[in-house]
């Protein structure tokens, strides 16, 4: 509606007005069309209705107030309200004591010289793009459904709740606003040394605080990367199956994936590739799926490689504290550290599977020379994420709060894990036989299981069918990038350890016929 260029208003005669209760029953089925919605909404919205449809013409007065508000029902106060809004919004206006009138509503016309708009594409809707059609479509979409078994799951109890509480409220507390303010470029500086300390100790990360750049997930620090660092259509190398999430932060970068199918250590290094790779996204210490672990020597294969074709490895940390048996590998970023000038890993961390899924808080420690740019691109793109949670986060690992929970939860998920596998075992008897086309794959480790089955194998069919029972299974197959391998991955970190026995036996004849 344009106001400057609408007529000059001219009062109706008084035979002209509508009638009160004419327009009371108007307004009574314009509000039967809006069913909760709130009075006020339904009464301002009725009126607007009455007056783009001509119900009330230029030029005519509204009912008083009080006659309507009798009619309707309702407080005349609310109809005061009502009627003010509509004189705000240009549609009635009030005379000094003579009234209410409706104003004439001039519709806005395109522009001179613009075509008219086809009547097909009026009413068309909103296209995806290629890539949102891409998305839309991935095959991770048709299983990931928040059920036992699912990745992601978490079981509140093993949580500290009241310890992680009463550090927020303290926070809370502080007299001094800081933690309203955006934050220091990179993150929180407490929560950065807290972390180049934790991963120093426990991983063997060689770095400085400066090093540490707090984000929101795996897969932004994996998107910043790819923007910082590449061209469109630079090659990146990932292995075949791959994490979902750093896949798409790859893709939506217009970056070239080059896969290289793992195996029973992890992605090999391929050679003749590497040259021409920007990049490289491995899981080393448990591959995502699979579970499989880089023995020490590919990993050195791996560095001399990077250092050769002056690429970077991207090492997926992701849940490196479960480990249930044997000395945890070394770091990648540490092997560099050690044996080079420490410039060819970006290392990932992630809390969502050490403290709860929706904590949103990763980190990555860059190479010294890239520190500037990656905390100051962290500062213009993202504003450097929740500061109270960074605040909190880091008096969680300084205080040692972290390093029992995580000591807890590692003693916790094994004992799931051996509750899943002797179930497993109970129930589907084949596994147990060297020559069953059903064989779990990686190490103990992690918080899921990957089951391999024979090429050519219907994987998706099988966790469909895992699904009508109740249980979220994922295929492998869901996770591939080019060629596809055949399996199901089972996560336990969501499970309760009493309620492992019956899952399992409700799938039990799904696994006997994949195992058979």
């Known amino acids: 509606m344009s106001e400057a260029s609408a007529p000059e208003l001219r009062l109706r005669p008084a035979a002209t007005l509508p009638a009160t209760d004419s327009l009371a029953e108007w307004l009574r089925g314009q509000r039967l069309q809006r069913p909760g919605q709130p009075l006020r909404l339904q009464l301002a919205q009725g009126l607007r209705e009455a007056v783009m449809s001509r119900v009330l013409l230029p030029g005519q007065r509204l009912p008083a107030t009080r006659a309507l508000a009798e009619q309707l029902g309702v407080a005349r106060n609310t109809l005061v309200a009502v009627y003010a809004q509509l004189e705000a919004e240009g549609f009635v206006v009030a005379g000094h004591g003579s009234g209410t009138y409706v104003r004439p509503v001039v519709q806005e016309r395109p522009a001179d010289g613009a075509p008219p708009?086809?009547?097909?594409?009026?009413g068309a809707r909103p296209r995806l793009s290629r890539r949102?059609?891409?998305?839309?479509?991935?095959?991770?979409h048709e299983f990931w459904v928040e059920r036992p078994f699912c990745p992601g799951g978490f079981t509140?109890?093993?949580?500290?709740?009241?310890?992680?509480?009463?550090?927020?409220?303290?926070?809370?507390?502080?007299?001094?606003?800081?933690?309203?303010?955006?934050?220091?470029?990179?993150?929180?500086?407490a929560l950065?040394?807290?972390?180049?300390?934790?991963?120093?100790?426990?991983?063997?990360?060689?770095?400085?605080?400066?090093?540490?750049?707090?984000?929101?997930?795996?897969?932004?620090s994996v998107s910043l990367i790819g923007r910082l660092l590449c061209d469109p259509r630079d090659e990146v190398i990932v292995e075949n199956p791959c994490y979902w999430g750093a896949r798409r932060a790859l893709e939506q970068q217009g970056l070239r994936l080059r896969p290289v199918d793992v195996d029973d250590g992890g992605a090999p290094v391929p050679t003749a590739a590497a040259s021409s790779a920007r990049l490289a996204y491995l899981t080393p210490s448990h591959?995502?799926?699979?579970?499989?672990?880089?023995?020490?020597?590919?990993?050195?294969?791996?560095?001399?490689?990077?250092?050769?074709?002056?690429?970077?490895?991207?090492?997926?940390?992701?849940?490196?504290?479960?480990?249930?048996?044997?000395?945890?590998?070394?770091?990648?970023?540490?092997?560099?550290?050690?044996?080079?000038?420490?410039?060819?890993?970006?290392?990932?961390?992630?809390?969502?599977k050490t403290m709860f899924p929706g904590i949103r808080l990763a980190f990555m420690v860059v190479p010294q020379s890239l520190a500037g740019v990656f905390a100051a691109a962290t500062h213009d793109f993202d504003r450097d994420g929740d500061q109270l949670l960074q605040a909190v986060?880091?008096?969680?690992?300084?205080?040692?709060?972290?390093?029992?929970?995580?000591?807890?939860?590692r003693e916790a998920f094994g004992r799931r894990r051996e509750a899943l596998l002797q179930a497993l075992h109970a129930d589907v008897?084949?596994?147990?036989?060297?020559?069953?086309?059903?064989?779990?794959?990686?190490?103990?480790?992690?918080?899921?299981l990957c089951f391999a089955l024979p090429p050519g194998s219907d994987d998706r069919a099988l966790a469909a069918a895992c699904a009508r029972r109740g249980v979220t299974v994922i295929p492998l197959s869901a996770y591939a990038v080019g060629s596809r391998r055949a399996g199901l991955v089972l996560s336990y970190a969501g499970v309760r350890e009493g309620e492992i026995a019956a899952?399992?036996?409700?799938?039990?004849?799904?696994?006997?016929?994949?195992?058979?």
């Open 117 to 122: 708009l086809r009547p097909e594409a009026a």
């Open 132 to 140: 949102g059609r891409d998305y839309r479509g991935d095959p991770i």
């Open 156 to 189: 509140g109890e093993l949580f500290p709740q009241a310890v992680w509480n009463q550090l927020q409220i303290q926070a809370l507390r502080r007299p001094s606003a800081d933690l309203l303010l955006p934050g220091e470029p990179g993150g929180s500086p």
């Open 192 to 220: 950065r040394q807290a972390l180049a300390r934790h991963v120093r100790a426990t991983r063997g990360v060689r770095c400085e605080p400066e090093q540490v750049i707090l984000t929101d997930s795996t897969a932004q």
């Open 287 to 352: 591959q995502f799926p699979t579970g499989a672990a880089m023995p020490l020597a590919r990993r050195l294969h791996w560095l001399a490689c990077a250092r050769a074709a002056g690429m970077l490895l991207l090492e997926d940390d992701y849940d490196s504290p479960f480990r249930y048996a044997g000395a945890p590998l070394p770091s990648l970023q540490g092997l560099d550290a050690e044996s080079g000038a420490g410039e060819h890993v970006i290392y990932l961390g992630s809390f969502s």
């Open 393 to 409: 986060m880091a008096r969680f690992i300084d205080e040692g709060h972290y390093a029992g929970h995580v000591h807890r939860l």
């Open 429 to 448: 008897p084949a596994l147990s036989r060297p020559d069953s086309a059903l064989c779990l794959t990686g190490g103990a480790r992690g918080v899921h």
């Open 503 to 516: 899952l399992v036996r409700a799938i039990a004849p799904v696994l006997r016929q994949a195992a058979g």
